[in-house]
Structure formats: C-alpha cells, structure tokens
C-alpha cells in the first residue's frame, strides 16, 4: 500500500486547509485509515481516524474543527481543518492499517511520507 499526502502549507490563524491522502497498492487489504501529526520536539499523535464501516476517532484537541473523510472511488482520504490554530502546526501524515480498530492505541501498518502544516499566529 502506497500513500501520498498533499494540501499542506501555510495558514493564518482561523483559517483552514483540507489534506489529501492517495491511496494505491493493495488497497483492500485496508480497513481503517487516519491522519497523525508530529510537532517538533512532541510525540507524533493520532488525530483522526475512520473505518470502513464510517467509525470515526478524533483527538480532543481538534474535535469540532477537523472532519476526516473518504472518497472510496478515488482511494483518497480527507482531512478538513477549520479554525486553524498555531498549536495545530506539525507534519501531519496519512496512514492506513488492516484491522479496523481507530482508536488512539490502534496500530498502522503503512504511512505516507507527510506534509508540512504550518499556522501562523
């Protein structure tokens, strides 16, 4: 499974972005994907996650104001993030797993290469 991430840059506070995460390979061999993030010097975490059957995680920090979604025609994963905020900067990557679990202990099994969100203030 190949992931691709794209839609990063820079934003003013408030403002917003929508990431793109492409999918490729052996795509039916998944059944969850998610977006992580990874600030300097922080530990990378899970910011949001859907499953197959639409179960959706979100970490507290972004709830109400990120949405994850998919275009299961285009292989593609979405994140939409609104009301940005200078925290929220970080390299957010995409990542998929086989079991369906999207909770925040979930394990994933492939990840893209990331792409650098940046909020200014």
């Known amino acids: 499974v190949q992931l691709v991430e794209s839609g990063g840059g820079l934003v003013q506070a408030g403002g917003s972005l929508k990431l793109s995460c492409a999918a490729s390979?052996?795509?039916?061999?998944?059944?969850?994907m998610g977006w992580y993030r990874q600030a300097p010097e922080k530990e990378r975490e899970l910011v949001a996650a859907i499953n197959s059957g639409g179960l959706t995680y979100y970490a507290d920090s972004v709830r109400s104001r990120f949405t994850i979604s998919r275009d299961r025609a285009k292989n593609t994963l979405y994140l939409q993030m609104n009301s940005l905020k200078p925290e929220d900067t970080a390299v957010y990557y995409c990542?998929?797993?086989?079991?369906?679990?999207?909770?925040?202990?979930?394990?994933?099994?492939?990840w893209g290469q990331g792409t650098q969100v940046t909020v200014s203030s």
């Open positions: 990542a998929a797993r086989s079991r369906v679990g999207v909770g925040p202990d979930s394990r994933f099994d492939y």
């Open positions: 390979g052996s795509i039916f061999s998944i059944n969850a």
